[in-house]
C-alpha cells in the first residue's frame, strides 16, 4: 500500500472516529475555503470534501447544503472554489480525486 493510500484511509478511519467533531471541523474547512486566495491551499481544502464525497456523497452534500459560510451555503463555497481553481490542481492523484469528487455529485 503506498504511503498516500494510507493516509487516505486513515483519513476516513478519522472521519468515523470525529464523530461529533466533523461537523464544526468541515464548517471550519469550509470557511476557510471561502475565503482563501493561494491555489495550493484551496486544492487541499476542496480535497477534504472530495475525498468525503467519494465516501459519502448524501451526507456531505446534505451538510454543505444546511451549512451557512458568510451570506451563501456551503455547497455553493466549495463548489465555486472548485470550478473556479480546479484548472490548477496538480499532483495525479489530485486531479483524478476532483474528477471523480465531480462524477458523484452529478449522479
Do not use: H
Given at each position: 500500500?503506498?504511503?498516500?493510500?494510507?493516509?487516505?484511509l486513515?483519513?476516513?478511519q478519522?472521519?468515523d472516529?470525529l464523530?461529533?467533531?466533523?461537523?464544526?471541523?468541515?464548517?471550519a474547512?469550509?470557511?476557510r475555503?471561502?475565503?482563501?486566495?493561494a491555489?495550493?491551499?484551496?486544492?487541499?481544502?476542496?480535497?477534504v470534501?472530495?475525498r468525503?464525497?467519494?465516501?459519502?456523497?448524501?451526507?456531505?452534500?446534505d451538510?454543505?447544503?444546511?451549512?451557512?459560510?458568510g451570506?451563501?451555503?456551503?455547497?455553493?463555497?466549495?463548489?465555486?472554489?472548485?470550478?473556479?481553481?480546479?484548472?490548477?490542481?496538480?499532483?495525479?492523484?489530485e486531479i483524478?480525486?476532483?474528477?471523480?469528487?465531480?462524477?458523484?455529485?452529478?449522479?
Amino acid at each position: 500500500m503506498y504511503r498516500g493510500e494510507r493516509r487516505y484511509l486513515f483519513r476516513l478511519q478519522a472521519a468515523d472516529e470525529l464523530g461529533q467533531f466533523l461537523p464544526e471541523l468541515l464548517k471550519a474547512v469550509a470557511g476557510r475555503l471561502a475565503i482563501a486566495t493561494a491555489a495550493n491551499l484551496i486544492q487541499s481544502l476542496i480535497l477534504v470534501f472530495a475525498r468525503l464525497v467519494i465516501a459519502r456523497p448524501k451526507d456531505v452534500v446534505d451538510f454543505l447544503a444546511s451549512t451557512t459560510i458568510g451570506s451563501r451555503n456551503g455547497l455553493e463555497v466549495v463548489m465555486t472554489g472548485w470550478l473556479e481553481n480546479s484548472n490548477v490542481f496538480s499532483g495525479y492523484s489530485e486531479i483524478r480525486q476532483k474528477y471523480v469528487f465531480f462524477f458523484v455529485l452529478i449522479k
